[in-house]
Structure formats: structure tokens, C-alpha cells
Nanobody, 124 residues
Framework: QVQLVESGGSLVQTGGSLRLSCAAS????????VGWFRQGPGKERDFVAS????????MYKESVKGRFNIVRDNANSTLYLQMNSLKHEDTAVYYC?????????????????WGQGTQVTVSS
């Protein structure tokens, strides 16, 4: 079965950096679009970044452009999110997701497989 396991979340100060990882198994990772979403306290799950199966097309939430970078390693079935210049408003649980059918997308509903999430807390 599809399994996505996130790691790398932590407490970090404003302006700091973190790299999240997502280890995928149970499906042909290299064939499918994947992405990162986040859910802050009292908020709905929201798009952060997604990437096409071949890594050629990446999409970002406007507020993270220039600060976050999504990268995939198809040889090792791993997805990364490099987060720089972190802000307090980036505080959230971050989820890795896979879209088993279709191109990279920004819509939560397009992604059918999800990890358990990893907590990122940015202190102000």
C-alpha cells in the first residue's frame, strides 16, 4: 500500500531554515506528481508546493516563493522541501501527498495519498 513518511520538522527561530523529507513506498514514486501541504492551528489544509513526476515543473504558494524549494529524488523515492527565511506564519503541520493520477496540482482534493505530517514551529 502507499506509504508516505515525513520527517525533519522542528522548532526554529524566525529567519532560520529547515529541510523536510518524505520517504515514499508502496507505489512507483517516479511516475507521479507529489506535493507539500500544511495545516496551521485552526486553519484548513493548504497548498505549499508541488512537483511533476519528472521534476521539471514545480508550483508554489505565493507566500513561499523565493523561500521554499521542492525537490524530488526519484532514485530514492524521496521528496524534499527546503525552507529558508522562515516566518512565524509558516508554523503548521506539514504533509506530504501523492497524486496517483494527473499532473502536479495545487488542490488538496487532487491528492489521494497522505503522510501523517511533521510539525514545524517558527518562534517569533
Amino acid at each position: 500500500q502507499v506509504q508516505l513518511v515525513e520527517s525533519g520538522g522542528s522548532l526554529v527561530q524566525t529567519g532560520g531554515s529547515l529541510r523536510l523529507s518524505c520517504a515514499a513506498s508502496g507505489f512507483m514514486f517516479s511516475r507521479y506528481a507529489v506535493g507539500w501541504f500544511r495545516q496551521g492551528p485552526g486553519k484548513e489544509r493548504d497548498f505549499v508546493a508541488s512537483i511533476s513526476w519528472d521534476g521539471r515543473r514545480a508550483m508554489y504558494k505565493e507566500s513561499v516563493k523565493g523561500r521554499f524549494n521542492i525537490v524530488r529524488d526519484n532514485a530514492n523515492s524521496t521528496l524534499y522541501l527546503q525552507m529558508n527565511s522562515l516566518k512565524h506564519e509558516d508554523t503548521a503541520v506539514y504533509y506530504c501527498a501523492a497524486r496517483i493520477s494527473g499532473p502536479a496540482s495545487t488542490a488538496v482534493a487532487d491528492f489521494g495519498s497522505w503522510g501523517q505530517g511533521t510539525q514545524v514551529t517558527v518562534s517569533s
